[in-house]
């Protein structure tokens, strides 16, 4: 089992940037796939981006694609999320996942079972 912890959120204006982290407790984090998720009010939750066990190879949602960046520390136990000219369409509490038996490619459709608390983004027009 592991337990996650989202912290990076806050207030943007639109074109500005935000970097998310999601620090996991114990010793597999590297035996984890990694994603990020969102959620904004009235909407079902989204995938976002997802990153293998290695951090070799990343996938992303369209409409993120070429503005966020998602990497990992294995040694920090750290997933990170960095979201650049971010749009107030993009506004949602964002979660971590971690997911054990999934590919990077499966969790675009489904998720692991581990979740952060989420941590809010709100984007300013």
């Known amino acids: 089992q592991v337990q996650l912890v989202e912290s990076g959120g806050g207030l943007v204006q639109a074109g500005g940037s935000l970097r998310l982290s999601c620090v996991a407790s114990?010793?597999?984090?590297?035996?984890?796939?990694m994603g990020w998720f969102r959620q904004a009010p009235g909407k079902e939750r989204e995938f976002v981006a997802a990153i293998t066990r290695s951090g070799a190879s990343t996938d992303y949602a369209d409409s993120v694609k070429g503005r966020f960046t998602i990497s990992r520390d294995n040694a920090k136990n750290t997933v990170y999320l960095q979201m650049n000219s971010l749009k107030p369409e993009d506004t949602a509490v964002y979660y971590c996942?971690?997911?054990?038996?999934?590919?990077?490619?499966?969790?675009?459709?489904?998720?692991?079972?581990?979740w952060g608390q989420g941590t809010q983004v709100t984007v300013s027009s």
């Open positions: 114990g010793r597999t984090f590297s035996s984890y796939v």
């Open positions: 996942n971690a997911d054990p038996t999934h590919t990077i490619v499966q969790l675009t459709t489904t998720q692991g079972p581990y």
